[in-house]
């Protein structure tokens, strides 16, 4: 019972890893021992992200565009060339738009359709090989994917394409875990809330208070908050999960209509 959320010794991928959610479970992973590859588009951010996070432990950057297949594929060769197996793949790369009902374009549907549910899938068919590696019964892979809440209720803000796909990247979680449960992969996601990243940078400056009283513990998440969630998923606490959507949001999904 002691070394329930050990981590150390694994290997792990985080994808969107040089900043916001996806940088706060990287550096959770990596102060707790994980060998963790980060990737993100653009890559000096990646670099600087890996550079600062390997003060506390071993991150490697691997930069690539995921909205592309070859960008998935270069990825995928490249963590295949530099290791036998994968523990852990964290599909966070994710991306939003917001427009107008009546002026919202294709453009903007399909970009955030592709990065957010088309990339999560064809990355973690890429690297099933990895995953399959280092899968057992007793120590499962792990695929953890980032949902929103905004695919569990519904954001009065005009970003149309991006409830759906984390809803739909929600429901990719359970398919996969149907799927993969006898190859000893397990499959999760985690829905966050109000964090501090890059996404809602915008959001929380113009209606930061407003958001805070709105949450039930009445505070905006914290990195440690994000990085708890992934660590217990990634660890032996979570070997017997599988298929769930873990709101990690102050309590708002579960108190909807209830404050």
């Known amino acids: 019972m002691k070394n329930l959320f050990d981590v150390s010794g694994k290997v792990a991928l985080v994808t969107g890893g040089s900043r916001g959610i996806g940088e706060m479970i990287a ?40 909205s592309t297949s070859d960008g998935i594929q270069t990825l995928a060769a490249e963590l295949k060339s530099r290791e036998s197996q994968l523990d852990i793949l964290v599909n966070n790369a994710g991306a939003t738009w917001g427009a107008p009902l009546e002026e919202f374009p294709e453009s903007g549907w399909d970009k955030v359709m592709d990065i957010n549910v088309k990339g999560p899938f064809f990355l973690t068919q890429a690297l099933l090989p990895l995953l399959e590696a280092s899968a057992s019964a007793e120590d499962p892979a ?3 994917n980032i949902g929103s809440i905004d695919g569990l209720n519904v ?71 994000m990085a708890g ?31």
């Not at 190859?183 to 930061?208: D, V, Y």
């Not at 032996?236 to 579960?254: F, L, Q, R, T």
């Open 27 to 66: 550096e959770g992973y990596v102060a707790n021992g994980v060998k963790t590859y980060i990737s993100s588009r653009k890559a000096e951010a990646c670099d600087a992200t890996a550079r600062r996070l390997s003060e506390q432990g071993e991150c490697i950057s691997i930069p690539a565009d995921l």
């Open 142 to 144: 792990r695929i953890i």
């Open 155 to 225: 954001n009065s803000l005009p970003t149309f394409s991006y409830g759906p796909s984390k809803a739909a990247m929600h429901h990719l979680t359970r398919t996969l875990a149907s799927h993969l449960a006898d190859r000893f992969i397990t499959a999760n996601a985690i829905a966050p809330g109000p964090f501090p990243s890059k996404m809602m940078e915008h959001t929380l400056k113009t209606m930061g208070e407003q958001i805070r009283h709105g949450v039930p513990l009445k505070r905006i998440g914290e990195p440690a908050d």
């Open 229 to 259: 969630a992934a660590i217990y998923l990634a660890s032996k606490a979570g070997a017997y999960v599988s298929g769930v959507v873990i709101p990690v949001d102050g309590g708002i999904i579960a108190c909807a209509g209830t404050l």
